[in-house]
């Protein structure tokens, strides 16, 4: 079993910043691959960002998000970060971490969820 908790999520201009935590309790996260995913009312769960077990290299990141949002991992404190940069409204989501124990690609592939983190960008 594994636990997932998100942190850093809020209200942000346009233009501006966040920076996310999973917080991973439980058995060991580095043997799990690792994603962001977010949601907005009436819509799936889209995947933004994944990283592998182990060596923590990026393996996907949405369209939508390349060049600003950098996702990476920190084994030794048991946490997976999302960087989110030149932030748009459209980013606006809740934000959920998710692991997995094969290469995260669809909601499918996930085996433990976080509890989800509101980002908000106003333009």
């Known amino acids: 079993q594994v636990q997932l908790v998100e942190s850093g999520g809020g209200l942000v201009q346009a233009g501006g910043s966040l920076r996310l935590s999973c917080a991973a309790s439980?058995?060991?996260?580095?043997?799990?691959?690792m994603a962001w995913f977010r949601q907005v009312p009436g819509k799936e769960r889209e995947l933004v960002a994944a990283?592998?077990?182990?060596?923590?290299?990026?393996?996907y990141y949405t369209d939508s998000v390349k060049g600003r949002f950098t996702i990476s991992r920190d084994n030794a404190k048991n946490t997976v970060c999302l960087q989110m940069n030149s932030l748009k409204p459209e980013d606006t989501a809740v934000y959920y971490c998710?692991?997995?124990?094969?290469?995260?690609?669809?909601?499918?592939?996930?085996?433990?969820w976080g509890q989800g983190t509101q980002v908000t960008v106003s333009s």
């Open positions: 439980g058995r060991t996260s580095s043997r799990y691959f």
């Open positions: 990283i592998t077990k182990w060596s923590g290299s990026p393996t």
């Open positions: 998710a692991a997995g124990s094969r290469d995260i690609t669809t909601t499918q592939t996930v085996d433990y």
